[in-house]
């Protein structure tokens, strides 16, 4: 299944050219566990969105993604192959735009397995990224992280305690580095944290019907121990917003290059 728009205005007495646009989105079920995806876009000119765009949803657009996927989900893994690139919209009437990294290719990989002896329970997310950008001189880099977990859920009615250790291990080959800076970095980092609840629950009436009143509180403690980052360039990673899931999370940015220190209960 999929969608294609097209548009086409030719010729333009604005800019003596012929201008066009699309857009292609599209999903695929290829059966045995595979699927692909496609999202192309594109546009003739710099311009073109702010010249002839309705709204600021769209006329603001500078960056066009141009990738395709291929996904497998077997059971207790999965796997996502990703080649993206962008189209960068230079319009000369404003600030110019910072040109995305391209993911020349992505391949993520993860596992899940909840039958281990003892209770234990195994995770592992994994991914191998090759960064491109055609900024001349700009830093590249291949990134490889691999972050197995295990962790051991107890579980009553009332009561959950989950606590779990893993190891976020990261590598770099970087090229285009600054004059002084290693071309090979590595991080490890041990993750620590304890997940705990407890749920109430008492039946009770209103307007005459019986409704079930349940409160949840729940306690999580993160330690993640400090490093100094600052000579890893940052490729994909960015603070993340300030939101009621975030607080539970292991690390405050998104992607990557960043992990943030923490010894905290939520």
Known sequence: SGVVHGQYLGPDKLTNSERTAYSLAHRQDL??????????????????????GHGPAV???????????????GGWWSANLLVQSFQTLQDPDRPPVTVPYQRLPQLTVSAYRSDLPLGMTFALGS???DFRIPTQGAPEAKRL????QLSLPLQTDILSITPKI??????????????????KLTRNLPIF??????TFERDFEWQGKALTQTLEPRLYYLYVPDRDQNKIPV???????????QIFAENRYSGGDRIGAANQLT
């Open 235 to 245: 490729f994909d990673t960015g603070a993340t917003d300030f939101n009621f899931a």
């Open 59 to 73: 006329t603001s657009k500078t960056n066009l993604p141009r990738q395709g996927t291929l996904s497998y989900g």
């Open 166 to 183: 893993g190891l976020h291990s990261t590598r770099y080959d970087l090229t285009n580095q600054a004059t002084g800076t290693p071309d």
């Open 145 to 148: 992280t691999l972050y197995p």
């Open 193 to 198: 944290s304890v997940d705990s609840g407890v």
């Open 127 to 129: 991914e191998y990224v």
């Open 31 to 52: 059966g045995y566990g595979f699927s692909g995806t496609l999202n192309l876009n594109g546009v003739s000119d710099d311009k073109f969105f702010s010249d002839l």
